[in-house]
């Protein structure tokens, strides 16, 4: 439950109290300064708290935004401010300083709500209202004239309206927007979270996969079917979290690591189907699932190393600045980057007119040309812009280089010395270790010796903060480095198994990556210490793989990736539920990430 403390006297016909008590507020009425600071005193320190005029008029959405978004310790709209817990105190001493303000301690139309967000000494959110109302008139008149503006304006079209993303892909904006809106409204209307069709969304997706998994037309069929349904759930969540601003730090997570699963799952899926029939595509699914990471990787990466950099400007961002102008090449420029929405509706559709052969065929040289498309123009980007990147940025880096026990001992070990180009250096490292395991037979120990040489690399990540013009390649050179390594070790491998188990084993580490881009993203850090070196590091990992397949049969090979796969599975699971869900129950402020567009 919140508290909203109406201040001044009411207004004779006004619904803003029942406005208040929709939104979940209990509403207590303040007969002047010094009462307010009585009744905000006794509201428990766990809720949140509203200060609110009462002569305000406005719509209830334009209340809603402006006082119920859970992503925010403090906000304020025109006669209306609010504070959750963290901002509590700051609200209290801008209280008192408002009331010592008011002339013989009354309170004057607007001067608490007022003045509270003038004097309130934390970061106070004012959301947008655009065609809401949201006043506190002065006289007769202008309340007439305020109630007449909110009768002309239908917020609850604008509230339909504004949950949907405002940047999303073509075939999400003009094929899934204008009706799964409609769905979001009713399954808020009816109590669902946002959560709660998270997981149906997931539910319906791993259906799909099981139907593609069956081999037959007539499962390719419905799993293309209920993969664009499970597309449109997705869509729905993130439209019901806006619509109700239901947004949560759990809510996020599910969201962001649901999707990943669905569509690797759905992989998986596809060349079980595929084996049914007798066509082994597991290389083809292995190969897409590690193309599609280390494009998120990429994505990820420069938007890290960006996020709060300093004269970030370049001739290149210019020129996509002007092309923004010209409407087609919008959305010409979001459809070739092959986003979710695009992505999944060419694998359904391919799924059930095709086989699983041809379908990842499509989508791996798709997202070959939208990876180097997207890749090439932030590379030049880089370069021609003089940014200058900030403390928080190269830490970030360097938590999403992974890097394990083996690159700290000799970082430490080559203290004092400096790599010039850590990019140049990681992709060097990264080229002989698969091309030595590309070019050798299994069982060879070749791949061993260029495991070495990307380990005795692998500090040039910790050696100085990532700070040059390309230093964001990093993380991605080492994520296709070490996936790459085990999609070869296991296609040499030859033996029945040996692709699935890599397969799992890639997905898991994935995972890891993915977990350490969320929690960052989340101002949470990279996940504890302990986690990275117990699974052992990028560098760590990727030698162990290669010293295996040096020692162990094929058949053993098939076991040991395995084995690996499970043991790091658990690990990062254990760890990172552990993690969300403490985070979720303490409070943590929430997160809506808009992620990559729908």
């Not at 959405?61 to 709209?77: E, K, M, N, S, V």
């Not at 000494?121 to 959301?127: I, Q, S």
């Not at 006043?135 to 609850?156: C, G, I, S």
């Not at 996969?209 to 664009?228: E, F, I, N």
């Amino acid at each position: 439950m919140s508290t909203a403390i109406l201040t001044g006297q009411p207004v004779p016909g006004s619904s803003l109290e029942n406005d208040l008590r929709s939104l979940g507020f209990d509403v207590r009425v303040a007969t002047d300064a010094a009462d307010a600071e009585t009744l905000l005193a006794a509201v428990p320190a766990h809720q949140r708290v509203a200060v609110v005029d009462a002569r305000f008029v406005g719509h209830v959405h334009a209340l809603r935004l402006g006082l119920t978004d859970p992503r925010f310790d403090a906000a304020a709209i025109p006669g209306a401010v609010t504070a959750r817990p963290a901002a509590r105190p700051a609200l209290t001493r801008a209280l008192r300083t408002a009331s010592d303000d008011a002339s013989n301690g009354s309170v004057v139309v607007g001067i608490l709500a007022e003045r509270i967000a003038e004097v309130l000494d934390t970061d106070l959110h004012r959301p947008e209202l655009g065609e809401l109302v949201a006043e506190v008139p002065r006289d007769p008149q202008a309340r007439n004239e305020a109630r007449q503006a909110v009768t002309v304006v239908d917020d609850e079209a604008i509230r339909l309206r504004t949950a949907v993303k405002s940047r999303d892909g073509f075939f999400t904006t003009y094929c899934i927007s204008p009706y799964s809106r409609y769905i979001a409204r009713w399954c808020a209307r009816r109590g669902l979270t946002p959560n709660q069709v998270t997981t149906a969304s997931l539910i319906t997706a791993l259906i799909a996969a099981g139907c593609a998994a069956t081999g037959t037309r007539a499962g390719y069929v419905a799993a293309g079917l209920l993969l664009l349904f499970s597309f449109v759930l997705d869509c729905t969540d993130g439209q019901l979290a806006r619509y109700s601003l239901q947004y949560s730090t759990l809510g996020a997570w599910l969201d962001a690591t649901f999707d990943r699963a669905k569509e690797y799952a759905y992989y998986a899926g596809l060349a079980l189907g595929a084996a049914r029939g007798g066509d082994d595509v597991w290389a083809l699914a292995l190969g897409a699932m590690v193309l599609q990471t280390c494009r998120h990787v990429v994505d990820f990466s420069f938007n890290e190393a960006n996020h709060d950099a300093t004269a970030n400007t370049s001739p290149t961002a210019a020129l996509s600045g002007r092309l923004d102008s010209v409407g087609w090449t919008v959305w010409l420029r979001r459809m070739i980057v092959l986003p979710i929405g695009e992505r999944w509706a060419m694998i359904a559709v391919l799924t059930a007119v095709t086989t699983p052969r041809i379908t990842f065929y499509v989508l791996l040289i798709g997202c070959a040309f939208a990876a180097t498309y997207t890749t090439a123009g932030r590379v030049l980007r880089s370069l021609t812009r003089k940014a200058q990147r900030t403390d928080r940025a190269a830490q970030a880096l360097a938590d999403l280089t992974d890097p394990g026990p083996l690159a700290e001992f000799l970082a430490r070990l080559t203290r004092g010395m400096r790599l010039s180009g850590p990019a140049a250096v990681a992709l060097v490292a990264g080229a002989l270790l698969v091309g030595a395991s590309w070019l050798s037979p299994y069982g060879s120990w070749w791949p061993v010796l260029g495991a070495g040489v990307y380990v005795l690399l692998s500090p040039v990540a910790l050696q100085r903060p990532l700070k040059g013009a390309l230093d964001w390649l990093v993380p991605p050179f080492y994520r296709a480095a070490e996936y790459g390594t085990v999609l070869v070790l296991a296609a040499k491998a030859d033996v029945n198994g040996a692709l699935p188990a890599a397969f799992g084993l890639v997905a898991a580490v994935a995972y890891h990556h993915y977990d350490t881009v969320y929690r960052i993203r989340g101002n949470a850090g990279a996940p504890p210490h302990w986690l990275v070196r117990a699974i052992g590091g990028h560098e760590g990992r990727t030698l162990l793989v290669t010293v295996l397949a040096a020692l162990l049969t094929a058949t053993d090979f098939k076991v040991a990736l395995t084995a690996l796969a499970v043991a790091v599975a658990l690990v990062v699971l254990v760890e990172s539920i552990r993690f969300w869900v403490t985070a979720h129950k303490l409070g943590a402020p929430a997160v809506h990430d808009e992620g990559e567009p729908a």
